[in-house]
C-alpha cells in the first residue's frame, strides 16, 4: 500500500510527496511550474497506460512510445465528464494483422491491469477526513 501526502508551502502551492522521495508541485490552473490536481489525474491515467502497454509495445515497435490523457468537460464544469487516453506509437513496421493483434493486446492489458483507469471505471468514494 502506498500513500501521497501533499503539503502547502506558500500562498496556493503544494507539493506532493511519496514514501521514495519523490515529489511535484502543484497549483492552481495558471501556476507556473506546476500541475493542477486534474493534470495530476490525467498524468496518472495515462501514466498507468503506458506503463502497463510499454513492454508490449516496445518490443514489437521499438521506442517512440507516448501516451496522452485529455480532460473532456464542458467549459468552467467541475467533473470530467471522460477521460480518454491516447498512445502514439509508430505502427508503419507491422503488417494489419500484427497492428490487430498488438492493439488487441494492449487494449486487454490495460483494461485488465491498469489500477488507475480500473478505479475510475468503477467511481468508488473518496470520503473527506477532517480532524
Not at 501521497?4 to 502551492?13: F, L
Not at 514514501?19 to 498524468?43: H, M, N, Q
Not at 493486446?105 to 480532524?131: G, Y
Amino acid at each position: 500500500m502506498s500513500n501521497v501526502e501533499v503539503r502547502r508551502v506558500g500562498k496556493h502551492e503544494f507539493v506532493a510527496t511519496n514514501d521514495r522521495g519523490a515529489s511535484v508541485p502543484i497549483g492552481r490552473k495558471g501556476a507556473e511550474g506546476a500541475f493542477t490536481p486534474v493534470e495530476l489525474l490525467l498524468a496518472a491515467v495515462a501514466g498507468c497506460a503506458i506503463v502497463t502497454a510499454e513492454t508490449l509495445i516496445t518490443r514489437r515497435v521499438g521506442d517512440g512510445l507516448v501516451a496522452r490523457a485529455d480532460d473532456v468537460r464542458p467549459a468552467g464544469a467541475h467533473q470530467l465528464d471522460a477521460v480518454p487516453v491516447t498512445l502514439d506509437y509508430d505502427v508503419s513496421s507491422l503488417t494489419p494483422e500484427q497492428r490487430e493483434a498488438l492493439d488487441t493486446t494492449v487494449r486487454r492489458a490495460i483494461e485488465r491491469l491498469c489500477t488507475v483507469s480500473r478505479t475510475l471505471e468503477k467511481s468508488p468514494p473518496a470520503p473527506l477526513i477532517l480532524p
